[in-house]
């Protein structure tokens, strides 16, 4: 399919992103999982342990996308839903949200190696973050979306996420159904990723192991034992 001209917004985003002269560092995949995702083209969907860098090297490629001229955008989504009951947050509902957009922040600054990058895209309308509560009535154009932590997420709040799909757009998904802070009966990602399944030509899978864990030797020790733990008690 040819891809469509870019919008008169499109090529502002794409010269503003130019004319601040980021560059990503060099970054390679350090398992096969994570080489699988760099190599395909398509949407994906990634799911499994913690610690494996689903969202880094997703972000990765985001922006390496864009610097080549392919998106103008980057989104990140995520559903407002915490580890625990903190109770009531102060403050606007923008300031609430800024709470789960903390690890983009340190995820852009890193890949840049510069503090404040993630500022700096987000008032050039380069990068923007948003819950799912915002998502309906919103159409996705010459945009890189990554959906995260999709376990904490209902079918309908990624129903409603892919149905944004507009033209010349990628998705990446990333969850882990053991990471979930919802009940069984509250969160989608089974029956959504189930139903990806069919979209061969459309999207990608890659599941994640304890052998793909990058973020710490200890992290991958002890999931390890963890699932030795409740393998044992079952």
């Given at each position: 399919m040819t891809k469509r001209r870019t919008s008169k917004r499109g090529q502002a985003r794409q010269k503003?992103?130019?004319?601040?002269?980021?560059?990503?560092?060099d970054i390679s995949p350090m398992t096969d999982s994570q080489r699988r995702v760099f190599e395909s083209k398509k949407n994906q969907v990634l799911?499994?342990?913690?610690?494996?860098?689903k969202?880094?090297?997703?972000?990765?490629?985001?922006?390496k996308a864009i610097q080549a001229g392919e998106f103008t955008k980057l989104v990140y989504i995520r559903s407002a839903v915490s580890t625990r009951n903190i109770?009531?947050?102060?403050?606007?509902?923008?300031?609430k949200a800024a709470v789960y957009e903390t690890p983009y922040k340190?995820?852009?600054n890193e890949i840049f190696d510069r503090g404040g990058t993630y500022d700096d895209l987000k008032k050039k309308g380069i990068v923007e973050f948003m819950t799912t509560s915002h998502v309906r009535g919103t159409t996705m154009n010459d945009t890189?979306?990554?959906v995260d932590e999709c376990q904490n997420m209902s079918f309908h709040e990624l129903d409603s996420i892919i149905t944004r799909f507009g033209r010349d757009c990628r998705y990446y998904f990333c969850g882990?159904?053991?990471?979930?802070?919802?009940?069984?009966?509250?969160?989608g990602i089974k029956k959504f990723f189930k139903i990806l399944e069919g979209l061969e030509q459309d999207f990608d899978s890659t599941e994640f192991t304890v052998q793909d864990i990058v973020r710490s030797e200890l992290v991958k020790r002890y999931l390890i034992a963890?699932?030795?733990?409740?393998?044992?008690?079952?």
């Open positions: 503003t992103y130019n004319d601040l002269h980021l560059d990503p560092i799911h499994g342990c913690a610690g494996t860098g969202t880094f090297i997703t972000s990765y490629l985001a922006y109770g009531f947050l102060p403050g606007t509902e923008a300031e340190e995820i852009t890189v979306v990554i882990d159904y053991k990471q979930a802070d919802l009940r069984d009966s509250e969160t963890k699932d030795k733990h409740e393998s044992s008690s079952k």
